[in-house]
T-cell receptor, first 111, second 113 residues
Framework: RKEVEQDPGPFNVPEGATVAFNCTYS??????FFWYRQDCRKEPKLLMS?????NEDGRFTAQLNRASQYISLLIRDSKLSDSATYLC????????????WGAGTKLIIKP | DAGITQSPRHKVTETGTPVTLRCHQT?????MYWYRQDPGHGLRLIHY???????DKGEVSDGYSVSRSKTEDFLLTLESATSSQTSVYFC????????????FGDGTRLSIL
C-alpha cells in the first residue's frame, strides 16, 4: 500500500459544480498536510495547508479526518481555471524531508 | 513570483554522460530541495540543503550528487546518466519555520537516451 494515495481521475466536472476528492495516508503519526495544484507541464504551487479543524480559502475547503486517515479538498462553484492536477502532501515526521507526495488527482472543468 | 529559476529547462543527453542542473534563488532561503517527478508517482526527494555546504540525501539519492557553495545556488549532478533518470526535475525553496516547500522552479525536462 502506498503511503499516500489519491484517485488519479480524471474527474470531469461541469463549470459551476461542486467537486470533492480525498487523499488517504497510511502513517497514523502524520503531522501536517497540504494541497498543491499543478497545471499541465508546470510546477506545483502551494494551494493550502490542512488544519485539524478544517479550513477554507474562498471556494476551497480542506478537511482532515484523522480517525479514517484521509484529507479532502472541496471546490465550490468550479471555474474553468480550476482544471489542474491536485497533489496531496503529508508530513510523516518532524524533519523537513519527511514529506510524502501523492501522485495527484486530475480535475477537468468543462464549460 | 518567487525568485527561483532552473537551468536548463530542457536537456537531451546520452547514457553515461554527466549532467548538471542548476537552481538559483533570490529569496535568500536556507532550505532548498531537488525533486524528481515521474508519471504515476508523487514527487520524490533526491537531495536537500539546509545551508551553504550543508546537504543531505533524500529518498532517491542514488546516482545523484549535489553542491551548495552559495546560498543562492543549488546544483544537482547526475554523475553518469542512465535512462532511469529520465524525468522532470524540480527545485524548491522553503522558508524558516515552514514544513512545506513554498515555491518551485519551472522544472527541467531531462531525457537520457
Amino acid at each position: 500500500r502506498k503511503e499516500v494515495e489519491q484517485d488519479p481521475g480524471p474527474f470531469n466536472v461541469p463549470e459551476g459544480a461542486t467537486v470533492a476528492f480525498n487523499c488517504t495516508y497510511s502513517n497514523s503519526a502524520s503531522q501536517s498536510f497540504f494541497w498543491y495544484r499543478q497545471d499541465c507541464r508546470k510546477e506545483p504551487k502551494l494551494l493550502m495547508s490542512v488544519y485539524s479543524s478544517g479550513n477554507e480559502d474562498g471556494r476551497f475547503t480542506a478537511q482532515l479526518n484523522r480517525a479514517s486517515q484521509y484529507i479532502s479538498l472541496l471546490i465550490r462553484d468550479s471555474k474553468l481555471s480550476d482544471s489542474a492536477t491536485y497533489l496531496c502532501v503529508v508530513n510523516i515526521g518532524d524533519s523537513n524531508y519527511q514529506l510524502i507526495w501523492g501522485a495527484g488527482t486530475k480535475l477537468i472543468i468543462k464549460p | 513570483d518567487a525568485g527561483i529559476t532552473q537551468s536548463p529547462r530542457h536537456k537531451v543527453t546520452e547514457t553515461g554522460t554527466p549532467v548538471t542542473l542548476r537552481c538559483h534563488q533570490t529569496e535568500n532561503h536556507r532550505y532548498m530541495y531537488w525533486y524528481r517527478q515521474d508519471p504515476g508517482h508523487g514527487l520524490r526527494l533526491i537531495h536537500y540543503s539546509y545551508g551553504v555546504k550543508d546537504t543531505d540525501k533524500g529518498e532517491v539519492s542514488d546516482g545523484y550528487s549535489v553542491s551548495r557553495s552559495k546560498t543562492e545556488d543549488f546544483l544537482l549532478t547526475l554523475e553518469s546518466a542512465t535512462s532511469s533518470q529520465t524525468s522532470v526535475y524540480f527545485c524548491a525553496i522553503r522558508s524558516e519555520g515552514a514544513v512545506e516547500p513554498q515555491h518551485f522552479g519551472d522544472g527541467t525536462r531531462l531525457s537520457i537516451l
